[in-house]
């Protein structure tokens, strides 16, 4: 697993020939696509209380069928939790992980998960809001399933092959969980639920402060919650702590919920706690210590086992330098192939744009031709109307002139005559307006030599009236 976690990004270019992988169904808080896949919880109703705008509801799909639900956290790069149910597991086979294009770019085409490397280039900021393959290359930290594929069948366990079901896990704690969580689900939870299709499991990680390359963090515990809903149900919570891969401690739904969020509900109706068969709750919870205990005990019997993992750890030490060094070849003859591919197809791509640039500027230039052709075809009989038109125009002007030539000729002596045969009438017409203007101007040189006289008359006598009073003595004014 350590192997293939570390070269998965050298064949990621080739990974795209395998048909039939997973599609995902992003769906914000407030849509209901969601409600495909809300067959996963109990009364159809999702958990309650995660209520962030960094929590990004996934309909995990696969052959356009829902196979699990899962909540993402876009901020710590992680599930929070995937919501299953059980199936018959089918035998586990390694399959190439897929990212989800819409989580980081919702504006993209791309509506179902795709491989890493056929969107890389064409979905804005890939990696932003989700992990990738190469947070996980070169750490110490290998992709846990939340969602454990071995407790799927063939299209169910194909569709956990996602990272948005992947958390960041020690490869001891991967292991350790998956087989602490496939032991409790199929010997202790299945055969005590009456109705297998009404088991329901979520499967969830707390995260911590902890990140890996800075970017993706590692859960602080992993736990899960079941509910068996069915007349004689249960439901039970058990997590595991990161720091001891050997601890699993079972408690009550409620206790699990207080270690979440505040205000998160898991179950509806807290899978009717109140109503829960107890008997059959103490059976599964009998079952889950047997095999805890049993892990336990075969731990500290088995010193045979630790110290051949001491014997491998020596051995893994020793092979470290040549395993890095096969890598690192695989890794310089996979770039090899990739510029070999990639220079084919800049040539073909520069051939092929040469030969098509060509047969578009021929096509072009015909079109062009062929158009010049038309338009000239079609101005022939438009230019032979308007010589016509033209023609037919410069005749009526000639006409017109000759016409108006001929008018004002003509117009000259018939004018002399008229004003000639006038005059004697407008002559003997002017002789009384003469006489009496004559009169007039007579009359009125009379009456002004009239007012002239008088106005002189007038002047003597206030002179003299003047000089009489200036010199005559007042005294004799009487006489």
């Known amino acids: 697993r350590e192997w293939t976690m570390k070269t998965s990004v050298v064949f990621l270019l080739c990974i795209s020939v395998f048909p039939g992988f997973s599609q995902g169904r992003v769906v914000r808080e407030d849509e209901s696509g969601f409600a495909e896949c809300n067959v996963f919880f109990p009364g159809q109703v999702p958990p309650e209380g995660f209520t962030e705008p960094f929590h990004v509801k996934i309909c995990q799909q696969y052959n356009k069928e829902p196979r699990f639900a899962t909540l993402y956290s876009t901020k710590e790069k992680i599930p929070l939790y995937s919501a299953f149910k059980f199936r018959m597991p089918a035998q586990s086979e390694e399959e190439d992980w897929l990212v989800e294009p819409q989580i980081d770019d919702p504006e993209n085409d791309l509506h179902e998960m795709v491989h890493e490397a056929d969107i890389i280039g064409t979905v804005a900021n890939l990696g932003a809001n989700q992990a990738l393959t190469s947070d996980y290359v070169d750490s110490d930290y ?65 995260p911590s402060s902890v990140r890996v390359k800075g970017k993706v963090s590692v859960p602080e515990s992993l736990w899960l919650a079941a509910c068996c809903d069915a007349p004689e149900g249960w439901s039970l919570g058990l997590v595991k702590k990161i720091n001891d891969e050997n601890s699993l401690v079972d408690l009550t739904v409620g206790e699990l919920e207080k270690q979440l969020l505040s205000g998160v509900h898991l179950f509806k109706g807290n899978c009717g706690e109140d109503k829960q068969n107890r008997e059959k709750k103490a059976a599964v919870l009998q079952a889950v210590s047997q095999i805890c205990s049993g892990e336990q005990t075969g731990t500290t019997d088995n010193q045979e086992t630790k110290d051949s993992g001491w014997v491998r750890k020596v051995a893994s030490i020793i092979a470290t330098p040549f395993i890095k060094l096969l890598e690192f070849l695989i890794y310089v003859f996979v770039e090899l192939v990739k510029f070999l591919f990639y220079f084919l197809w800049l040539v073909v791509k ?44 410069g005749f009526l002007q000639i006409v017109q002139d000759v016409v108006s030539l001929t008018y004002r000729i003509l117009s000259i002596p018939v004018g002399f005559v008229l004003h000639l045969a006038a005059f004697p009438y407008h002559s003997i017409c002017a002789i009384p307006s003469v006489l009496k203007d004559m009169a007039t101007g007579i009359g009125g040189t009379f009456s002004l030599v009239i007012d002239a006289t008088g106005a002189v008359l007038h002047g003597f006598y206030y002179l003299a009236g003047h000089i009489v009073r200036r010199f005559v003595p007042k005294g004799s004014s009487d006489d």
């Open 350 to 393: 520069r051939v092929c744009g040469t030969v098509l640039d060509g047969l578009y500027s021929l096509w072009s230039g015909l079109v062009s031709y062929l158009k010049a052709i038309t338009m000239v075809l079609i101005s022939i009989p438009y230019d032979v109307g308007r010589v016509i038109i033209n023609i037919f125009q």
């Open 142 to 206: 290998e992709r846990g399933f939340l969602n454990p594929s071995m407790l799927n069948e063939k299209d169910f366990q194909m569709a956990t092959y996602t990272l948005t079901n992947a958390v960041p896990l020690s490869p001891a704690l991967s292991k350790s969980w998956h087989r602490d969580i496939g032991k409790v689900v199929e010997q202790a939870l299945v055969p005590h639920c009456s109705k297998k299709d009404q088991l329901y499991l979520l499967a969830g990680a707390i």
